[in-house]
T-cell receptor, first 114, second 112 residues
């Protein structure tokens, strides 16, 4: 069955380290998204991509980067992790905007920055 | 700036009660509104509403959109403990992209 997976599911790191969170989907969706979820803020968009080699900044993109070298993967990199980036991170994907706009979410990655 | 506001922030009711969750939005060139249910993991899709006044139903859950007043409600009748979750509302604009703007959610707790 098609799915969207994230790894690792849990990560503890130290301030200043580079961290990469993986997102992989097998639906062949063009669109992929990264969100972070924090108490009191709901889900906030970090970066998104509409296809290979396309990336765009969301509302909370500072300190994060993404790359899209193929359809299936959109890794999220924290260049120099900060304690403020402790959060739960969700990846999502959807078909092109000609079709349904439902976004399907991965299981999430809980990141703790000490 | 696009904005979605949900109310109440939290709600505690007894099993069997009916609840109404609210979502108001301010989105440039609004396209659709989506409801998600989030338990201890990722959000799962419930409804997508695009047209005003057409009720979407799925079992005990129903939702309706009012595009004139810019809000949506999610109703749950005969609540069960399995309905306990955070319910998220998200709005999407019609600028040719699919960015969702989420509300902070309503935490619903059903007491047996």
């Amino acid at each position: 069955d098609a799915e969207i997976t994230q790894s690792p599911r849990h990560k503890i790191t130290e301030t200043g380290r580079q961290v990469t969170l993986a997102c992989h989907q097998t639906w062949n969706h063009n669109n992929m998204f990264w969100y972070r979820q924090d108490l009191g803020h709901g889900l906030r968009l970090i970066h998104y991509s509409y296809g290979v080699q396309d990336t765009n900044k969301g509302e909370v993109s500072d300190g994060y980067s993404v790359s899209r070298s193929n359809t299936e993967d959109l890794p999220l990199t924290l260049e120099s992790a900060a304690s403020s980036q402790t959060s739960v991170y969700f990846c999502a994907s959807s078909e092109s905007n000609r079709g349904p706009v439902t976004q399907y979410f991965g299981p999430g990655t809980r990141l703790t920055v000490l | 700036e696009d904005k979605v506001v949900q109310s109440p922030l939290s709600l505690v009711v007894h099993e069997g009660d009916t609840v109404t969750l609210n979502c108001s939005y301010e989105v440039t060139n609004f396209r659709s509104l989506l409801w998600y249910k989030q338990e201890k993991k990722a959000p799962t899709f419930l409804f997508m509403l695009t047209s005003s006044g057409i009720e979407k139903k799925s079992g005990r859950l129903s939702s309706i959109l009012d595009k004139k007043e810019l809000f949506s409600i999610l109703n749950i009748t005969a609540t069960q403990t399995g309905d306990s979750a955070i319910y998220l509302c998200a709005a999407i604009s019609n600028f040719g992209n699919e960015k969702l703007t989420f509300g902070t959610g309503t935490r619903l707790t059903i007491i047996p």
